[in-house]
């Protein structure tokens, strides 16, 4: 018969494999339980990203069409420019070669 410290040992030691086990178990679900909610955030962030996407490509519309607009405004202003240069020069205000000196000088703006 196996005296009383074996007993002791192999109880101490059963004890404590069990204590291991479960807390190993137990990591186990809450590890489980973490990668779930990484996965979670992970599904959240790529939403947020396709959401940025969208509002990029809002952005880039908006942009080329206020880009436009100015482009239109900027071309109405230079012909508006030619316009009143030919007007002074036709009535007099200012001499052909002023006004051949302004035209270049707005082509060069």
């Known amino acids: 018969m196996p005296d009383v410290a074996t007993i002791y040992v192999i109880g101490l030691s059963l004890t404590i ?19 779930m909610r990484f996965k979670e955030i992970d599904e959240r962030f790529r939403q947020i990203d396709e959401r940025f996407k969208e509002i ?32 002074l020069m036709t009535e007099g205000i200012i001499k052909p070669e002023r006004a051949l000196l302004l035209r270049m000088r707005l082509g060069g703006l």
Not at 17 to 35: N, P
Not at 59 to 72: C, P, T, W
């Open 56 to 87: 990029d490509g809002r952005f880039n519309e908006l942009k080329g069409y206020i880009d436009s607009r100015i482009n239109r405004l900027s071309e109405a202003f230079s012909s508006y420019q030619e316009f009143f240069i030919e007007l």
């Open 17 to 35: 494999i069990g204590m291991l086990g479960g807390g190993l178990f137990w990591l186990g679900g809450e590890f489980r339980e973490i990668r």
